[in-house]
């Protein structure tokens, strides 16, 4: 295609070199028109000036179009109706919105699949409790409801083991800097109580709701033990399946394609 100008041209190229940081490696090569669906139009771009920009494997087209008129632009969506509830299903919902809610920020690190750090901040203080469930069985989990509260989680998960902890203190010991700011005093498994999900706080207690909040997620696991850790089982299963995939079926870059038009600019005072 023949560029209308060198002044369009040297535009177009500014433009691309200023966008391609949104240019994904691994886009697929966008149609200059969407394939019909039975819900959305087919739009048709009108391609002014094009710009490619070539990379060792792919190539990243900036087109400028003749802006779409706004009926075209329009999608028809289609609206689903949920089915009525039912008078159980209707008592349920007012009974949860009466009960009261809470949110429950926590950031748990789990050592060798044993004991959990769990941290969390009531307003300026920080607080620490370790427990003897492997919080990876509740990653996922985003809400628990109780006879009297809605307890909603927002979790932060991680995982280490001992060794490396103390190999990443000996390291940071050699190269001088400074020790950690405290020591982390971790309570034997003994200390737990036998046969069911607790914790142990270190230092005084909060004054909110937060315990009540790690008594009812403890409580959850032991009731609901044997589906959490079915169900952490099942994806860690399948995050093996998908990455094995992905080894064997490497994803191949594609080429893409960034319609635009400018609204309004100096270079471009209408807008086309």
Known sequence: MKNTSHHSSAALAAI????????????????ESPAPTETQPALRLQVLESVEVKFPDRSIFYQRVVPPAATAARVPVAVSVAPPLS?????????????????LMLSATVYDRQVTELRWQVGQRGYRAWSNLDFNYLAGLGEIETGECV?????????????????????????????PV?????PDLAKFPAGR???LLSGEAPADDSLAALDALHRYFDTHRL??????????????????W????????????????????????TGR
């Open 87 to 103: 008078l159980a299903e209707s008592a349920a919902a007012e009974a949860r919105v009466a009960k009261k809610s809470a949110v």
């Open 16 to 31: 691309a070199a200023t966008v391609l940081i949104l240019a994904l490696p691994l886009c697929s090569r966008a149609a």
């Open 227 to 244: 589906r959490l850790i079915a169900d952490y089982e099942k994806r860690a299963a399948d995050r093996t399946a998908r990455e094995r």
């Open 151 to 179: 307890y909603y989680l927002i979790m932060g998960l991680g995982n280490e083991t001992w060794e490396s902890t103390a190999e990443s203190e000996r390291l940071a010991a050699a190269d001088g800097l400074a020790a």
């Open 197 to 199: 999900s607790t914790y």
């Open 246 to 269: 992905l080894e064997e079926h490497p994803p191949v870059p594609q080429d893409t394609v960034i319609n635009f038009w400018p609204k309004k600019s100096r270079n471009y005072p």
């Open 182 to 186: 405290e020591t982390k005093i971790v």
